[in-house]
């Protein structure tokens, strides 16, 4: 059984910065790639991220690159978002995914966490 569990979110001014995590369990979890997603009152979930676990591989949404970045820690079974010179449209419901491969990862994930919430104030 994978298990996805997500901390870190919070309430923050817009400038500052959030490092989020995610713990996994489960499945040979390094075999699988993961992804960041988030989802805002009134609409729908969108890519924020995606890793493999050599952390060899990556991509960006476009609205983060630049001020977001992806990694992985394997000795902590985790995988982490730091969020940099966060906006008030950064505000959102933050979930962690795995996928199968790496295209899955972003596109449609097997597994979901449950989500942390970020708000950030202007």
């Known amino acids: 059984q994978v298990q996805l569990v997500e901390s870190g979110g919070g309430l923050v001014q817009a400038g500052v910065s959030l490092r989020l995590s995610c713990a996994a369990s489960?499945?040979?979890?390094?075999?699988?790639?993961m992804g960041w997603f988030r989802q805002a009152p009134g609409n729908e979930r969108e890519f924020v991220a995606a890793?493999?676990?050599?952390?060899?591989?990556?991509d960006y949404a476009d609205s983060v690159k630049g001020r977001f970045t992806v990694s992985t820690d394997i000795a902590k079974n985790t995988v982490n978002l730091q969020m940099n010179d966060l906006k008030p449209e950064d505000t959102a419901g933050y979930y962690c995914?795995?996928?199968?491969?790496?295209?899955?990862?972003?596109?449609?994930?097997?597994?979901w966490g449950q989500g942390t919430q970020v708000t950030v104030s202007s």
């Open positions: 890793i493999n676990w050599s952390g060899d591989s990556t």
């Open positions: 489960g499945r040979t979890f390094i075999l699988y790639p």
């Open positions: 995914a795995e996928g199968n491969n790496f295209r899955a990862a972003k596109t449609s994930p097997n597994y």
